[in-house]
């Protein structure tokens, strides 16, 4: 293993290994010297955020078209549209959407809706790679969901297919029903021995949902930032609560995104491990597919709050900053290609890496 940050190599050694590496499947399968059970293709989804108040209705849509299925859903002070589902064979790490399939979508959705969007009333752009079991068909649409598992050589799992709505049941697979090839061997040889078997639970919050007229008295924050708050954090709320408690300054929301407050990027870089400034932009929060300047009326302030945590000089801030508009100038570079090509070359712009001083 390479750690980027540090260029270092690690050996990293184990009984048993899941290989679960999606799109990269049939890269990462011949590391072990073998072809592979499974082949996959690459199929690429794009989705639009746009204000709530873009479209008027209180209730979301799915219809089918003619390539893949439409959905507009509500999704806090916004709305998701989504998604195309065409082949992808350019770069796996950062699929890039082209305007072709911004304008899909848009004439898609406009079909149905009484006022038509436009490009200026998308806020976001995202994109993404179904990791889709290869099969006969060229139409990567009528492509399987379902995944699969191979024991493709001793202490190695294999496991291809599914999608991101799948993965939980995906990794439930492995967790509750593991082969005897979990099992040490002194114990496989016991007939009346079974495997151990793993539960996954979800973090369970209603006392807390129950209680968030008084988590507002306590924090000073109104009830609906709490009831935000616990839609997110859940049951972690109180860690967050408690940055806010010690300095009450990070109870103050973002100016440039105003639904996130200053705690909840000290939160990201302190408990969710956090290293850059596009982690908590990009990931820790959804303020680059949230705002309309995509997080670069934002970026200046989360670096200052993230600096003092990492211990990063002026340099190396003014270095977060640099890289992370540069990556949101080659994403709308992208955005406004006419295809997949040329988009994927915009978009590989942008440097992957943060320099570190």
């Not at 989804?45 to 299925?69: A, F, M, N, Q, Y």
């Not at 993965?167 to 061997?185: G, Q």
């Not at 949902?209 to 997110?232: D, P, V, Y």
Request: proline letters at 5%.
């Amino acid at each position: 293993m390479v750690d980027l940050e540090s260029n270092r190599q690690y050996m990293i050694r184990a009984r048993q290994v899941i290989n679960a590496t999606g799109v990269w499947t049939d890269d990462t399968q011949t590391l072990a010297n073998e072809r592979g059970q499974f082949h996959v293709r690459s199929s690429k989804g794009i989705h639009l955020v746009v204000p709530r108040d873009r479209i008027r209705s209180s209730s979301g849509i799915i219809l089918r078209t003619d390539k893949s299925v439409l959905f507009v859903i509500p999704w806090g002070r916004h709305w998701i549209i989504g998604t195309t589902d065409t082949d992808w064979s350019l770069d796996k790490a950062h699929p890039a959407a082209s305007q072709r399939d911004i304008r899909y979508l848009l004439d898609q959705v406009n079909s149905v809706l009484r006022v038509p969007l436009t490009e200026a009333d998308v806020e976001g752009v995202f994109a993404g790679l179904r990791p889709l079991l290869a099969g006969e068909s060229a139409d990567t649409s009528a492509l399987s969901r379902e995944h699969a598992v191979a024991h493709s050589v001793p202490g190695l799992v294999v496991i291809a297919g599914g999608k991101y709505t799948t993965y939980r049941v995906m990794a439930r697979t492995r967790s509750t029903r593991p082969s005897t090839a979990w099992v040490r061997p002194s114990t496989a040889k016991s007939p009346s021995a079974s495997p151990t078997t793993y539960h996954c639970s979800e973090p369970k919050a209603s006392g807390r949902w129950n209680a968030r007229t008084q988590l507002a008295a306590e924090s000073g924050l109104n009830e609906s930032r709490i009831a935000r708050l616990l839609n997110r954090y859940g049951s972690m709320i109180g860690e967050v609560l408690a940055l806010i408690r010690d300095d009450p300054s990070l109870g103050v929301p973002l100016p440039a995104a105003d639904d996130y407050l200053r705690a909840e990027v000290v939160y990201g870089t302190t408990h969710e491990g956090a290293l850059h400034l596009d982690d908590v932009l990009c990931r820790r929060t959804r303020i680059s597919i949230e705002t309309f300047d995509r997080g670069t009326e934002s970026c200046s302030e989360v670096a200052d709050l993230m600096a003092p945590v990492l211990g990063w000089s002026d340099e190396q801030k003014a270095r977060e900053v640099a890289h992370y508009l540069a990556r949101v100038a080659a994403e709308r570079e992208s955005q406004s290609m006419p295809d997949d090509e040329t988009a994927d070359g915009a978009r590989l712009g942008a440097a992957d890496i943060v320099p570190v001083g």
